[in-house]
């Protein structure tokens, strides 16, 4: 199980990162007139959280990984979003700089 939830921290370690990077330069682009979009991902998505930056997804994210942690349990639903949301947070922070490289 501590290896599972050093691979998990890792990836939000990795994530971070990237995170503040688009969330400067999603900031920069609003004060452009630009990035005037109310929220990442949609309503419907894997998360609870609804923003304009990275940063919010990445801590719910965070949440859940140290909640698992600190009660030593899970189940494999809660293991299977924490996954997800952290593949979709992956693949969108890796669009949006790919999007803004062109």
């Not at 990442?40 to 990445?58: C, E, G, K, T, W």
């Amino acid at each position: 199980m501590e290896q599972l939830l050093n691979q998990l921290d890792q990836n939000l370690k990795e994530l971070y990162r990237k995170a503040v990077d688009a969330d400067a330069l999603l900031d920069e682009l609003a004060q452009q007139g630009q990035a005037k979009h109310q929220a990442i991902f949609p309503a419907d998505s894997l998360f609870r959280v609804s923003s304009p930056r990275f940063l919010p997804y990445l801590s719910e994210t965070a949440e859940q990984v140290a909640s698992i942690r600190l009660t030593q349990q899970f189940n494999t639903a809660t293991l299977e979003l924490v996954v997800k949301q952290l593949q979709l947070l992956h693949k969108t922070l890796l669009e949006f700089r790919t999007a803004l490289s062109r």
